[in-house]
C-alpha cells in the first residue's frame, strides 16, 4: 500500500508530521481528518536508501553550507529582477550532486504551479520548517528577497557558531579518547598481568587488580548480554525521543540542569527572536510572523508558549502577553519585547534581542568548554595516577615480600 508523508496542525494547534499507508492521498486526507488534524501538506513519501548504499561522508545529504549557497546566489538573482524559475534555473546549473535533484524537483513543481513555499516544504530533509514558513510569509507580503537575505545571513551565523563549538571540542574528546585508551590499556592487560604475582604470597591483590579481575570475568560470562542490552535502550530512546511524553520530559529536565539551562534559553530564544524580528521587519503581520515561528523551538516549553501567544493574538492580545509563561527564564526579553510592542519598533528590538542572546550564549558555552578542559585534565589525570600508584605499592609490597 502506498506511504504518504504529511504535515498537519493538531487540534491544540501543534505541528504535526509523519507518514501514513492508504490507497490514495484523498483517504490519506479523510483519515487524518477523521482523526482531527488539519491536513496542509501531503505528498507520496520517498523510499528510504538501503542503509548499503548510503554515503558515509555525508555527501548525498544537503547541509548547511549547501543551503546557505544556494539561498545566497538564489536572493541575489532574485534581487537582480529575475523570475523565482529562472532563478532556480540558474542556481541548478552550479549546485552540488546532493542538492541538485532536489532544486530540479523544486523547478518541476514551481513550473506545475506551486508556490516556492509549498515546493521547498516537499523537501523537509533539505529545507525546515522555520525556512518554509519565513519564504511563505515573504511571498505573502511580497518580501521574499528581504527575508531570503535575512535567512542567508541568519543560517551563516549559526554555521558559524557550529564550527566554533565543534573546534573547541576537538582538544576534549581528543583527551578523553587518550585517557579512555591509556585506562583500557592499564586495566585490560597491565593489571591482570600482575594478578599471578600475588598468588601463594598471602597478601590480597590490590583493589584495582581485584576490579579488573572481576570487570574481565563479567565481560566475558555476560558480554553478549551486556551489548544486546546497550543496544535495545539505544533502539527504545531513539524509538522514544521525539515522542510528545518523551519530549516534554527531556525539556523539562534541560531547564533544570544548572548550567546547560541557561544555554538552552538563550539558544531558543535567540533562534525565535532572530526569525521573528526579520519577518516583522519584512513587514509581515504579528499573527502570520508568529505561525510561521511556531515549529521553530525545539524545547516543548517554549513551543507552548508560542502556541499560546498565536491564540492571545487572535484575541486581541499582546505578543508578551501572550508569551507569559516564559517570565521565569527570560524577563529581560519579555520587558523587550513590551516596550517594543508600545513604540511600536517590535521588529528591530527582536533583532536586538536575538543578537544579545547570541553574545550570551556562545559566551556561556566557551565558559563551559574553558571549564571543561581542566576538569577533565584532572579526573583523568587523577584515575589515571590513583592505578598507577596502587599497582606500583603493590609490586613494591610483593618485593618486600620476596626478599
Do not use: K
Amino acid at each position: 500500500m502506498p506511504v504518504f508523508a504529511y504535515r498537519a496542525y493538531a487540534p491544540d494547534g501543534r505541528l504535526r508530521a509523519g507518514r501514513i499507508e492508504a490507497e490514495a492521498g484523498e483517504r490519506a486526507v479523510a483519515s487524518l481528518r477523521a482523526e482531527g488534524l488539519q491536513v496542509f501538506e501531503i505528498a507520496p513519501a520517498a523510499a528510504a536508501t538501503p542503509f548499503w548504499r548510503r554515503d558515509l561522508f555525508g555527501r548525498d545529504r544537503v547541509n548547511d553550507a549547501a543551503r546557505i549557497a544556494f539561498l545566497r546566489e538564489f536572493g541575489m538573482l532574485l534581487g537582480a529582477g529575475l523570475t523565482v524559475d529562472r532563478a532556480l534555473r540558474l542556481v541548478e546549473r552550479q549546485a552540488g550532486p546532493a542538492l541538485r535533484p532536489v532544486l530540479a524537483d523544486l523547478l518541476a513543481r514551481v513550473l506545475a504551479g506551486a508556490s516556492l513555499s509549498r515546493a521547498l516544504a516537499a523537501h523537509p530533509a533539505a529545507f525546515s520548517p522555520d525556512m518554509v514558513g519565513a519564504i511563505r510569509a515573504g511571498e505573502a507580503t511580497g518580501t521574499l528577497t528581504t527575508v531570503i537575505g535575512t535567512l542567508t545571513a541568519s543560517l551563516e551565523r549559526r554555521d558559524a557558531v557550529r564550527r566554533h563549538l565543534r573546534s573547541a571540542l576537538v582538544y576534549p574528546a581528543l583527551l578523553i579518547l587518550m585517557a579512555l585508551g591509556t585506562l583500557a590499556m592499564i586495566v585490560g592487560v597491565l593489571v591482570p598481568a600482575l594478578g599471578p604475582l600475588f598468588e601463594g604470597t598471602g597478601r590480597a591483590p590490590p583493589l584495582a587488580i581485584r576490579l579488573a579481575a572481576g570487570l574481565g570475568a563479567g565481560m566475558s560470562a555476560h558480554g553478549p548480554l551486556l551489548v544486546g542490552g546497550l543496544v535495545l535502550a539505544a533502539a527504545g530512546l531513539a524509538r522514544n525521543w521525539s515522542r510528545p511524553g518523551f519530549a516534554a520530559a527531556r525539556s523539562a529536565l534541560a531547564l533544570r540542569l544548572p548550567l546547560l539551562s541557561e544555554i538552552v534559553v538563550g539558544a531558543e530564544l535567540a533562534r525565535i527572536c532572530r526569525v521573528l524580528g526579520t519577518l516583522l521587519v519584512a513587514e509581515v503581520a504579528i499573527p502570520d510572523a508568529v505561525a510561521a515561528v511556531r515549529p521553530l523551538p525545539r524545547n516543548s516549553l517554549f513551543r507552548d508558549a508560542l502556541n499560546e501567544a498565536a491564540r492571545r493574538l487572535t484575541e486581541g492580545g499582546s505578543l508578551a502577553s501572550g508569551l507569559a509563561r516564559l517570565q521565569p527564564y527570560a524577563p529581560a526579553t519579555l520587558s523587550l519585547i513590551a516596550s517594543g510592542e508600545q513604540v511600536n519598533r517590535l521588529g528591530t528590538v527582536l533583532l536586538h534581542a536575538a543578537a544579545m542572546h547570541e553574545a550570551q550564549t556562545r559566551e556561556r558555552v566557551d565558559r563551559l568548554l574553558a571549564l571543561l578542559t581542566p576538569l577533565v585534565t584532572i579526573a583523568i589525570g587523577s584515575l589515571i595516577g590513583g592505578l598507577i600508584v596502587s599497582v606500583m605499592g603493590a609490586i613494591l609490597g610483593v618485593a618486600e615480600l620476596t626478599q
